[in-house]
């Protein structure tokens, strides 16, 4: 018998490793397979795109918001992997009543290591965690070293449109922003709190007039015309398109994230 406990302080006993496992998680899909596990995911989300050929070969069982839960029932779990921001807490007590439900909670790097690790014991595939906390421990001090001169620059983060929200403190985006040097001007402000503000774009000098607008590709695709409605509310700010997933997609993605992040300061 195994004893775990979550990234919500759930503890879980499991006889044998858990063999069928659905995933509700975009990023955690792509990990689980980076773990080499791709044989036990039975079921995924309609947003799990990576790896590609899973949407054609794996069972869609809905989005990370709305699931369907008779699809996921017959397709029997051992477990279900949630994630504390992505999927709702009405979801996770609802498939509680199917199978146990793993849920992480990603707003460190620190958060992640500790995720790959867990994975590690619950699959039985610690050598593989072991490797990539190893990779992503070696690109993450490589890129320290590369960004310790870089000066701070102020920045808004947009991920949403009609309202416009933007990435505000206490998640992971911020967690990337604030290693990369850029100082969110949404993080910690007493007026536009929480972790995703809407905001309005008239006050944005107020609240720190950024150096950089990013744009991020997901949820929201912002388009040129966005970059053009946005740009009119601040002094001289430089509107740059990102990848979402770069500053987002918390696993092994974050291996990645340190090359784009490289070749964005270089841009810049």
């Known amino acids: 018998m195994k004893t775990l406990i979550d990234q919500i302080g759930i503890k879980h006993s499991f006889e044998t490793s858990p063999k069928r496992i659905i995933s509700l998680v975009p990023s955690q899909t792509e990990l689980l397979y980076d773990l080499g596990l791709e044989d036990r995911i039975i079921g995924i989300t309609k947003f799990c795109v990576h790896p590609y050929h899973f949407i054609p070969t794996k069972k869609i069982?809905?989005?990370?918001?709305?699931v369907h839960y008779e699809k996921i029932r017959l397709l029997q779990p051992d477990i279900i992997i949630c994630n504390k921001e992505e999927n709702t807490t009405e979801i996770v007590e609802e498939l509680r009543?199917?199978?146990?439900?793993?849920?992480?909670?990603?707003?460190?790097?620190?958060?992640?290591?500790?995720?790959?690790?867990?994975?590690?014991?619950?699959?039985?595939?610690?050598?593989?965690?072991?490797?990539?906390?190893d990779k992503l421990a070696f690109a993450l001090s490589d890129f320290k070293n590369f960004i310790k001169?870089?000066?701070?620059?102020?920045v808004a983060y947009f991920i949403w449109?009609?309202?416009?929200?933007?990435?505000?403190?206490?998640?992971?985006?911020?967690?990337?922003?604030?290693?990369?040097?850029?100082?969110n001007i949404y993080a910690d402000n007493s007026e536009t709190s929480g972790r995703y503000p809407e905001i309005e774009l008239k006050k944005m000098r107020l609240h720190g007039d950024p150096d950089l607008v990013f744009l991020s590709s997901e949820p929201y695709p912002f388009k040129e015309e966005d970059?053009?409605?946005?740009?009119?509310?601040?002094?001289?700010?430089?509107t740059v398109f990102v990848d979402g997933e770069m500053f987002s997609w918390y696993g092994s993605r974050l291996l990645k994230a340190f090359d784009y992040f490289k070749k964005m300061h270089q841009k810049l």
């Open 227 to 238: 970059a053009f409605e946005i740009g009119r509310f601040t002094h001289h700010a430089k």
């Open 149 to 154: 001169d870089k000066p701070e620059q102020k």
């Open 161 to 183: 449109k009609n309202p416009f929200m933007v990435a505000g403190s206490d998640n992971f985006i911020n967690e990337l922003l604030k290693l990369n040097h850029f100082q």
């Open 97 to 133: 009543k199917i199978c146990p439900v793993w849920v992480t909670n990603i707003i460190t790097i620190e958060d992640n290591f500790q995720m790959i690790t867990d994975f590690g014991q619950l699959f039985n595939c610690r050598t593989e965690a072991q490797k990539w906390n």
């Open 61 to 66: 069982v809905g989005g990370t918001k709305k």
